[in-house]
């Protein structure tokens, strides 16, 4: 294992070479800015909670803050702090809710989806009308391709939530289980209809339409859904991220690269950025590719293995390594079982030759009646 | 209660898309250090921004960071830092000599980087490392260790759930590798007993020559040696070429493939005493059977964890322990079968009676490992 760690990594990171600055002057690192009065206030409920740790209402709220921070800012540090901030109820035996909401989160996004499972039936155990750990429970199956026990976790919020909500949640766990064409209707319907959703929840209903329409191979209107939910929030990493994926299948990199050239720039962005760079041959294409392997590297090393699917495209598209892209395709589908899951599986093991290995895949496919347009036909160039 | 409230759902919602939703990495820290002739040098490059939310380095607070300011900074740095990483020889405290400070950047940023020598009141063997930065304030970080120990390269992570680690600074000696792959060589072939019933139902006739149908005892102990020197050596020469074409990679068979006909190989080897067939060339049988036992050798090898370093030496000590193992197995037998050649027993019950019951055991292991079948044998 440590002999497997050592050759993933990059030479340069391992033989960095340390300097000293000629110049005091010489600004070295732009920390988040100190003066934004979020994290000015964030700095006030730290100290207090350094004073007082063992007040959990005040702690609950600086986590919070501190999670909220961390998906704005794209910073998983924020997810430590937030951790942190928790720490007398983090290991205790009966956590209260509020914890327990918290650490389900935290391990969702360690991808440690079983144990968040079970704090969720925790709080709902206690709660049963906690519409939040309904969806985050629903989310979280959907993502393992557990798509019964998904729609199960979803019609709890009927009559928790409001219309949008709840049709979002059952139409989209129902289009992966062989209902495409009539929950994209009934989508499709409760958007129109919607006048009154806050703006965050109308983006989730139109990305996920939008991902609808494209699997059925409706592109036009898959399009237009994109166009829409761009009008929402045009800055939403997860919609940015979609529709990428959809402008590069359709053979427009120049779009892609116009959309993504903001600053910030997320792994999952970043490799976007740099397929559509490959297909245009832009200057920066290698120095994107460097950047890539050192971050998948660095995030290696931790022993944690989070970006598991980007890292799968990664080594098959940019590495051109299909035997590694493989094994780590392989080793995400344990893990997740979304539409790229499966996609970058069988893309693998078309480029190996090996149909054993996306043998799981296509059982999956058959099993779940999945109506997906582009996994049909990759499926059909392994039978 | 009807209705969520937006900000909730917001934060909620987006939680499944955790996969590409990053542009930073979670907090590492990169420890190196480099073990020469038992003085123990380290690196440790820390964050700028982890720094600055331990213990500030905004000096100004215009959200920069720059050289100056963290050159006020160096001392308390050091103070809080180095607490943070214990050393301990046995039970005795070490501690870590501060000697310079340095910048360096890693993908998500500028690091401070500080050189420190680890001091120890005796010769270091065992170091105990305790790793403790940040854990605090920011559980998802962890601790980065490389090692160099004399041109070994190990690895490690420090964690929350698991913050030491042990360094054992006596085994790196290039001679420990030798011996202890040797050591486990030796072992292998003793506990092996495929390995060994192969080699003895091959001995057992070398006392004797076989002429009109009919075995007959060796007049004098030259003859028998040379079969015997002769069969040990094409087996030799056999097991070393795939052991080692094996362990760099050239060769891989499926186990169950190598473990079958490893038993088929002692099952021919017995069989052939009963039915013989060569007379003078048993060792071209022996060096074809001894290219399948070389295998066998290579997965012990392997399972056993190759240095990455060292592994000429390891593989070198593992065949010559085998080489040592297989000696002391053909200096017990040969000469007691010299002294016992003549005798009615030794051709009935040994030879023919002892090569049924080899046989028989090989045909056991055969069936077992080729259709995965538990008969219970196996287990010997």
């Known amino acids: 294992m440590i002999l497997l760690l050592a050759s993933f990594l990059p030479y340069h990171l391992l033989h960095a070479e340390p300097y000293i600055p000629q110049d005091d002057a010489i600004i070295l690192e732009k920390l988040p800015v100190s003066r934004d009065p979020q994290i000015k206030k964030l700095r006030e409920l730290r100290i207090q909670l350094t004073e007082t740790p063992n007040i959990l209402s005040l702690a609950v709220r600086l986590a919070r803050a501190y999670l909220q921070l961390g998906h704005t800012r794209a910073d998983p540090r924020y997810d430590g702090y937030a951790q942190a901030a928790l720490q007398p109820w983090w290991n205790i035996e009966n956590p209260p809710i509020e914890v327990l909401l918290i650490r389900a989160t935290l391990e969702q996004r360690g991808h440690n989806f079983n144990q968040a499972l079970k704090d969720l039936a925790s709080v709902l155990k206690i709660q049963p009308h906690h519409a939040q750990a309904w969806l985050t429970q629903a989310v979280i199956h959907q993502v393992q391709g557990n798509y019964q026990d998904s729609r199960r976790s979803c019609l709890p919020l009927l009559p928790l939530t409001n219309t949008l909500v709840s049709t979002t949640c059952i139409a989209n766990v129902a289009s992966l289980n062989g209902q495409a064409e009539e929950s994209y209707q009934s989508l499709q319907d409760a958007v129109s209809k919607d006048i009154s959703s806050p703006p965050q929840e109308k983006l989730w209903a139109v990305t996920l339409l939008a991902e609808m329409a494209a699997r059925l191979g409706n592109d036009a209107e898959a399009e237009h859904y994109f166009q829409n939910a761009l009008g929402i929030n045009e800055k939403d990493t997860y919609l940015l991220g979609a529709y990428s994926d959809f402008l590069l299948d359709q053979g427009r990199p120049s779009v892609v690269q116009s959309l993504l050239n903001g600053t910030l720039k997320p792994d999952g962005l970043l490799l976007r950025l740099t397929l559509a760079e490959k297909q245009l041959k832009t200057a920066t294409f290698e120095k994107h590719v460097t950047t890539l392997k050192d971050r998948f590297a660095e995030n290696r090393l931790r022993g944690e293995a989070r970006h598991l699917r980007e890292e799968a495209r990664f080594a098959l598209y940019l590495l051109h390594q299909p035997k590694h892209a493989l094994e780590i395709a392989q080793e995400n589908w344990k893990i997740q079982r979304e539409h790229w899951d499966a996609r970058i599986l069988l893309e693998a093991a078309i480029q190996n030759g090996d149909q054993a290995a996306a043998q799981p895949v296509i059982n999956s496919l058959i099993y779940n009646d999945t109506e997906d347009s582009l996994l049909k036909k990759l499926a059909g160039q392994l039978s | ?380």
């Open chain 2, 1 to 380: 209660m009807k209705r969520l409230s937006a900000s909730f759902l917001i934060c909620f919602l987006f939680f499944q898309f955790t996969e590409i939703t990053f542009a930073h990495k979670a907090s590492d820290s990169y420890l190196r250090f480099n073990i020469e002739d038992k003085t123990i040098q380290g690196q440790w490059d820390i964050a700028l921004r982890d720094l600055d939310f331990a213990i500030g380095l905004d000096g100004n607070d215009d959200g920069h960071v720059t050289w100056g300011e963290l050159r006020t900074k160096h001392e308390a740095i050091e103070q809080y830092a180095l607490t943070r990483l214990k050393f301990h020889q046995n039970t005795e405290a070490c501690w870590s000599k501060p000697q310079q400070h340095l910048v360096d950047s890693h993908t998500d940023g500028a690091y401070a980087v500080l050189n420190f020598a680890v001091v120890c009141p005796d010769p270091i063997s065992i170091l105990k490392i305790e790793y403790n930065l940040l854990f605090d304030l920011d559980p998802l970080h962890r601790g980065l260790l490389q090692i160099n120990d004399n041109g070994q390269v190990q690895t490690g992570v420090f964690s929350p759930k698991e913050p030491t680690r042990l360094l054992d600074l006596k085994k790196s000696s290039p001679w420990s590798e030798l011996f202890q792959f040797g050591r486990e060589g030796i072992w292998h072939i003793l506990i092996g007993y495929d390995h060994i019933l192969f080699l003895i139902s091959l001995m057992l006739p070398a006392v004797l020559y076989r002429k009109n149908g009919r075995w007959h005892p060796h007049d004098t102990f030259s003859p028998a040696w040379w079969d015997v020197l002769k069969i040990v050596t094409a087996f030799t020469l056999a097991h070393s070429m795939t052991l080692s074409l094996a362990v760099l990679g050239f060769v891989s068979l499926p186990s169950r493939w190598v473990e079958s006909a490893i038993a088929a190989s002692v099952l021919v080897a017995a069989l052939h005493n009963l039915y013989p067939v060569f007379r003078t060339r048993l060792w071209i049988m022996t060096f074809i059977f001894g290219l399948i036992h070389g295998l066998g050798f290579a997965s012990v090898l392997i399972d056993l964890g190759l240095p990455g370093q060292s592994l000429a030496l390891a593989l070198a000590g593992f065949n010559i322990g085998v080489e040592i193992g297989q000696v002391v197995i053909v200096s017990i037998l040969i000469p007691l079968a010299f002294l016992i050649r003549r005798s009615w027993s030794y051709q009935q019950i040994i030879l023919n009676f002892g090569s049924i019951i080899i046989g028989l055991v090989a045909f056991m292991w055969l069936l077992e490992r080729s259709m995965d079948m538990n008969v219970n044998m196996g287990t010997w």
